[in-house]
């Protein structure tokens, strides 16, 4: 018992700080709607096309502000308060998700709509993600718990990405994608109520306001300047831009290579469903579940990060996780049966944990307070950038070859890079 209460007591320690308590349970709140809508948006956009290409370009077109806003967004963050940037930033995404709702309510929404609002929903992460990340540190008022608060942001994250997904394949399956939308919008309140009620500590600001391409130019040529950092990055690059185009193609999936082995599981849901309702989108059903199970992962994957210990080899776990992740993708690409998938995707969740957190937390660890913004804006950049650019390539394969082969393909390479960052650069490995 005693062991027990110690270990779980070091796995959730960063709650003991009352900033990072009411981040955590706010963050936790919306990140669920967050993924009802990226479900639900999918979906739309998927009914209303039918294209796995028009997939990835929804995604490219979110990205398209990454590049001038996230670095400026790192700037911002390491000159003014982060908290107030925060606010702004989920205050804009409350509202563009009340207008998706409304445009889909209606039955106005037109493919153009979305094309515009994942644009405005792309620029106000641009700026959020920097200064949410490097937030983190303040909270929890030092880097003794940084590394377990950083796993716990990816707990939740991961936590919602497996219920948000469920509860809106429910939704959208017999109601249709608006309310998910709805739903959303209305979580933004939880994260706004909690860093309005945060009694953070002085942060010295420079007196001087340093030009934007000089004070970008000291991170670059810091990440420059350290080859194990470069790499991290490097990583995460090739692993977005090849292997987490996936989630994309998971609509073709589960409607097109998984459908016929769902079946049976769809009828018992439809025939099952209350009076009043019909199954609009059974597949949606599908598809919640196919992204539930890689989320499911994912918690599993957060928390053994979270419970790491001080003297844990991180970079050891971070190059397994960097191998297995794009392995069991290659099997879920070869796989034709919705039962063994969720099975895989379980894994493909706790793998990609495993490779992300721990970059993401050695990054952190080795960068100075007064570069964090700037820096994390290049790691957040490289990632949604590659990850959105990803899914446009992987679209465009989806639909010319098939989903199942722009997946195999992308996760064959990936591996193949993975394990020569291994064999080449063994002080990866050694990363502690």
């Not at 739903?183 to 030009?211: C, D, E, K, S, Y």
């Not at 080449?424 to 502690?432: D, E, F, T």
Request: include cysteine.
């Amino acid at each position: 018992m005693g062991g027990e209460m110690r270990a779980s007591s070091t796995t959730f320690r960063a709650l003991r700080h009352r900033n990072y308590r009411l981040f955590f349970f706010g963050q936790m709140v919306s990140l669920i709607g967050t993924w009802m809508q990226n479900i639900a948006q999918q979906w739309l956009v998927y009914r209303l096309t039918g294209s796995a290409a028009m997939l990835g370009v929804i995604n490219l077109v979110g990205a398209l502000p990454l590049v001038p806003l996230s670095l400026w967004g790192g700037s911002l963050a390491d000159r003014f308060s982060k908290r107030s940037i925060i606010l702004f930033t989920q205050s804009v995404m409350m509202v563009q998700a009340f207008i998706l709702a409304a445009l889909t309510w209606t039955g106005a929404v037109q493919v153009w709509h979305v094309m515009v609002l994942a644009m405005l929903l792309g620029a106000a992460n641009a700026v959020d993600v920097p200064s949410r990340q490097a937030f983190v540190v303040e909270m929890v008022e030092g880097k003794e718990d940084l590394t377990n608060a950083i796993g716990l942001n990816s707990t939740i994250f991961n936590a919602a990405r497996a219920i948000g997904p469920t509860v809106a394949g429910m939704i959208v399956a017999t109601a249709g994608e608006a309310g998910a939308f709805f739903i959303n919008g209305l979580t933004f309140v939880a994260v706004i109520i909690g860093l309005a009620l945060m009694h953070l500590p002085a942060v010295a600001r420079p007196r001087q306001q340093p030009r934007l391409g000089s004070h970008l130019l000291e991170a670059v040529r810091y990440v420059l300047s350290r080859r194990v950092l470069a790499l991290l990055i490097s990583l995460v690059a090739v692993s977005a831009f090849l292997s987490m185009p996936y989630v994309t193609l998971l609509p073709v999936f589960a409607r097109d290579v998984l459908g016929a082995s769902a079946q049976p599981l769809l009828d018992l849901f439809c025939s099952g469903t209350p009076a009043g309702l019909s199954c609009q989108s059974p597949e949606a059903l599908t598809y919640g579940l196919l992204m539930a199970a890689s989320g499911l992962g994912a918690v599993m994957g957060a928390l053994f990060v979270a419970s790491l210990p001080a003297t844990a080899r991180r970079g050891h776990w971070l190059t397994l996780g960097n191998l297995a992740f794009p392995l069991l993708l290659l099997v879920m690409a070869l796989s034709r049966s919705f039962g063994f998938t969720l099975l895989v995707l379980v894994g493909i969740g706790f793998s990609y944990v495993a490779q992300n957190v721990l970059a993401n937390t050695l990054i952190q660890m080795s960068v100075p307070d007064e570069l964090r913004g700037r820096v994390m804006s290049f790691y957040s950049l490289t990632f949604q950038g590659m990850m959105r650019l990803g899914g446009m390539q992987a679209g465009l394969v989806g639909d010319r070859w098939g989903a199942p082969l722009a997946v195999g393909v992308g996760a064959a390479v990936c591996l193949a890079y993975g394990a020569f960052v291994a064999w080449r650069y063994p002080r990866v490995r050694a990363l502690a």
